[in-house]
């Protein structure tokens, strides 16, 4: 039989580059609100779901202030549940 070798697959180094995004509510120094609806909307996606803290850069904290008062704002019909409630 021969001797076969196996060849080492290429690897390969990605650089990625990694920004800090500061915490709105800290650099602000307020808290999250649910009657300040154009400040929630900066934090929803275009289909209305909460963003997570990778793309939010907020601490753990205001991230989950934001939540709840993301859900109190819901349920009192200041911002929509899904983007289909926005057509209506």
Do not use: C, W
Not at 10 to 26: E, G, P
Not at 74 to 80: A, E, I, K, Q
């Amino acid at each position: 039989m021969k001797n076969i070798e196996k060849t080492k697959p290429k690897t390969t180094t990605r650089t990625t580059t990694v920004t800090v995004k500061k915490d709105h509510f800290a650099t602000t120094k307020t808290i999250p609100n649910y009657k300040d609806v154009l400040v929630l909307r900066r934090f929803l996606t275009d289909k209305f779901k909460v963003q997570p803290v990778s793309r939010t850069g907020l601490s753990a904290k205001n991230q989950r202030g934001l939540t709840r008062e993301i859900k109190k704002a819901r349920y009192m019909g200041l911002l929509p549940y899904t983007d289909l409630h926005s057509q209506l």
